[in-house]
């Protein structure tokens, strides 16, 4: 088991590594931003170092100052966390040349998933289920053209480096895919460096469906279970719930075998989670995401089992500490990612919480890393807490959520509760029927 852990983030993914660790009997150190010296995991690890000033570039992405900081301390493993540096090969290389593990997959892994095209191939090879389109990157609009032909519209364009919905356009007939290939070639060369960009079959009113997976590195893979991130807007995720309410029991677990056999097969090593878009029964792959996830509470609350100690598990060496038999489901959970944002406009609002009072009881969770008086900084993401319900059924679970956005307090700055405070009272999601697209149409709305 590692000695002392470094942890490279911030917020309260930081704060959530940094518990599993004291929990293990591990050190830790937290490297931090000028901006973030009066953040709740600097104030609570072990030791602290500064890796520079406010921009991320100059402090959490900046890979050097974090090997000098694990140098320095005398960290033998380093936790990304999710964002910035956590699904980065060369990170990932460079802290093994310098005999410091990296807690995730292989650089080669994440190389291969990282590249959208690659990433699609190596998925088919697996048998995983694809979504129909190019098999590589288009070179021109004849060729853009013959495979939406093949395929038939609506199709949509996506950024092969890409995510988070840049580098993205939709083309709902010949005529518009002129433009939306040029559109989206042009955001992904700005937004990624790389314009090269691919074509698939655009599904009309999909759910968002990931399944959670860990692999051992030497041949044996497990998956616990599926997550439905259907509530989105603008391809961020907003509200997530395990398991999904639309799959039934076959599907789940079919599914599930399929993404379990494909990591064992791939040698993959640490946690994963396979992405895919669902509809009429069918699923079909995005992508892989080679870090932890945001929602990874939730599968924590259905099968109890820490996803964090077991990646620390597995890239010590100790492998799985569950076989597939092991994984058994209980209940539901829903988790809302509280963001210091606007409620209707989304825009950004950081500044100083005066009040922050968090709800509690049976089967509630919240992760957070913002306290009374502290002061949000503008520099990076808005996500400041997760509030994670768990109960017996989903309707139970609805319930205790209601109760516990009733009880949650957090003044001096704008957030999202409000937002799910609306949603949880709405026939749609009470019934569970709601795809992709139904919250960006009802806030278009204004409902």
């Known amino acids: 088991m590692f000695q002392k852990i470094l942890i490279a983030n911030r917020g309260e993914i930081a704060l959530r590594v940094l518990r599993a660790a004291k929990e293990l009997g591990i050190q830790t150190v937290a490297v931090h931003s000028t901006a973030d010296a009066d953040a709740m995991h600097v104030r609570l690890a072990d030791e602290s170092v500064c890796i520079g000033p406010p921009p991320s570039r100059d402090s959490y992405l900046n890979i050097h100052q974090i090997v000098a ?8 493993a380093v936790h990304p966390g999710y964002g910035f540096l956590s699904e980065n090969a060369k990170f990932a290389d460079i802290l093994a040349a310098h005999n410091i593990t990296f807690i995730g997959p292989s ?40 495979v939406a032909a093949e395929i038939g519209y609506p199709v ?17 007939t010949e ?67 395990a398991n999904s309410p639309a799959l039934n029991s076959e599907e789940r677990s079919r599914i599930g075998d399929i993404c379990a056999n494909a990591v064992a097969n791939l040698g993959y090593s640490g946690a994963g989670t396979i992405e895919f878009l669902y509809e ?9 995401n080679t870090r932890l996830q945001v929602e990874h509470t939730i599968t924590e609350a259905i099968t109890g089992i ?15 500490s569950v076989t597939q038999n092991d994984i058994r489901f209980h209940g539901h959970a829903i988790e809302c990612r509280i963001n210091a944002e606007d409620p209707r406009t989304f825009v950004p609002s950081p500044g100083t919480i005066t009040h922050f009072h968090t709800p509690g009881g049976l089967g509630i969770r919240v992760d957070s890393g913002v306290y009374s008086g502290y002061r949000i900084p503008p520099y990076y993401d808005s996500l400041i807490g997760k509030l994670i319900v768990h109960g017996r059924n989903r309707v139970e679970c609805m319930m205790r959520l209601r109760r516990a956005l009733d009880e949650f307090v957090v003044d001096g700055i704008k ?33």
């Open 69 to 76: 900081a694990c140098e320095i301390t005398g960290a033998d």
């Open 107 to 146: 650089g080669d892994h994440i190389r291969i998933m990282g590249d959208k095209i690659e990433a699609k191939r190596t998925a088919k090879r697996l048998g995983i289920p694809v979504v129909p389109g190019s098999e590589g990157a288009v070179s021109d609009e004849k060729e853009a053209k013959r």
């Open 306 to 320: 820490d996803l964090v100690h077991e990646q620390i598990r597995v890239a010590s060496g100790g492998g799985l």
């Open 175 to 241: 005529a518009d895919l002129e433009i939306a290939l040029a559109t989206a070639r042009s955001e992904a060369g700005a937004a990624f460096g790389d314009d090269a960009v691919y074509i698939e079959k655009y599904l009309q009113k999909p759910r968002h469906i990931e399944v959670q997976i860990f692999g051992d590195g030497a041949g044996k893979g497990v998956h616990l279970g599926e997550r439905d991130c259907s509530l989105q807007r603008r391809h961020q995720k907003v509200w997530e719930e």
């Open 156 to 172: 949509i364009i996506k950024a092969s480096a890409g995510g988070g919905g840049r580098g993205m356009k939709v083309a709902l």
């Open 280 to 288: 009429n029964g069918e699923f079909y792959f995005i992508e892989m």
């Open 415 to 447: 957030t999202t509760l409000p937002l799910f405070r609306e949603l949880v009272g709405n026939p749609d999601i009470a019934n569970g029927d709601y795809d992709i697209h139904w919250l960006e149409k009802h806030l278009a709305k204004g409902e």
